[in-house]
């Protein structure tokens, strides 16, 4: 059985910074894409981004390119996202997921069949 826990998450002033965590269990983690999502209240989940099995390749959603960046350490089961320079707009439960087929990396939100519960990321003026 495939578990993603998240931390990380918290309260933060825009222009902040904060470090999101991803540890997961139940799977060779070292063969899957992993990604990250948000979700706001009313909105639908949104991809923020993704990182090959080798961490070789990263992708981005275009609201946080050049702000975020998404890491890996396979050996430690572990995937990372670095928020900085955090805006209002950023304010969502954040999911880290696991890609749905080994070797692959894609965006989209059914393109990951393993889900973590969330961490809340608040952004204040």
């Known amino acids: 059985q495939v578990q993603l826990v998240e931390s990380g998450g918290g309260l933060v002033q825009a222009g902040g910074s904060l470090r999101l965590s991803c540890v997961a269990s139940g799977l060779p983690f070292s063969r899957y894409a992993m990604g990250w999502f948000r979700q706001s209240p009313g909105k639908e989940r949104e991809f923020v981004a993704a990182i090959s099995w080798t961490s ?3 992708s981005y959603g275009v609201p ?5 960046t998404i890491s890996r350490i396979n050996a430690e089961n ?3 996202l670095q928020m900085n320079s955090l ?3 950023d304010t969502a439960v954040y999911y880290c997921a696991a890609g749905r087929t080994p070797y692959e990396m894609r965006s989209g939100e059914h393109d990951f069949d393993s889900w973590g519960q969330g961490t809340q990321v608040t952004v204040s003026s």
Do not use: M, N, P, S
């Open 78 to 80: 572990t995937v990372y």
């Open 56 to 58: 070789a390749r990263e």
């Open 87 to 89: 805006k209002i707009e």
């Open 64 to 68: 946080v390119q050049g702000r975020f």
